[in-house]
């Protein structure tokens, strides 16, 4: 199970063409490109299933959402899809788009819940020492360079801006990503890569639903 170069053909020719007459005449050829990629979506969810536990699978939608944005382009020239872990003790969410030449995977928590994120915060005040950890990982940090996501420029409120973690508690998401050429996407061995990339997640989530789901003193809150 692989990608197809039709595939990429056809997103490339859709960024060029962005329009409705275009995207209407060559309706068929997404309908086949779409079964393509949730084809090689279920075997990613099969894998999952090995190692993990997957409550929802998504693929987004190909139309954008144009109503507060500059671009008024009509159509997504990217294939996304998002996997959800199952239940409140799992927590995290692994992606992959598969762009022409801006293609992604990726995990972990874009924008979490205000309760989430104080929380998060609160714990790195504490101790940051195993969120270190994972991100020094010689696996990890080889499969994904750094952890993206929004920051503040200073510290939230009541917490010390000189705190010697202020780096991560000023983090406003949690997101680890790995990027990959045209050349990688199409390889027979991509579907392995992702598997193994999202193996590579788990220590990541797993230390987020440790601390999304016990207070600060270790306790339960599920």
């Known amino acids: 199970m692989q990608i197809q170069k039709s595939t990429l053909k056809y997103l490339s020719n859709l960024k060029k063409n962005n329009n409705r007459e275009w995207y209407n005449e060559h309706k068929n050829t997404f309908l086949k490109e779409q079964s393509n990629i949730k084809e090689f979506h279920h075997a990613i969810l099969n894998n999952l299933n090995k190692h993990d536990k997957i409550e929802k699978y998504k693929l987004y939608r190909i139309y954008r959402d144009v109503r507060f ?31 022409p030449g801006e293609s992604f995977l990726g995990g972990g928590f874009w924008g979490p819940e205000k309760e989430d994120l104080h929380r998060i915060r609160k714990e790195f005040e504490l101790d940051a020492s195993e969120m270190r950890t994972v991100l020094a990982d010689k696996k990890f940090s080889t499969v994904f360079n750094k952890m993206e996501g929004n920051e503040l420029k200073t510290a939230p ?12 508690i000023r983090k ?37 639903s440790a601390i999304l789901t016990t207070d600060l003193n270790g306790e339960s809150i599920i």
């Open 172 to 208: 406003k998401g949690f997101v680890a990503v790995r990027k990959f050429t045209d050349k990688e996407v199409l390889s027979p061995d991509f579907l392995k890569i992702v598997d193994d990339s999202f193996k590579t997640l788990r220590p990541f989530f797993n230390l987020f």
């Open 69 to 99: 944005s500059k671009d008024k382009t009509p159509y997504n020239p990217h294939f996304a899809a998002a996997f959800s872990r199952t239940g409140k003790a799992l927590r995290g969410t692994y992606y992959l788009r598969i762009r």
């Open 157 to 168: 409120r009541d917490f010390d801006k000189n705190h010697p973690d202020i780096d991560l």
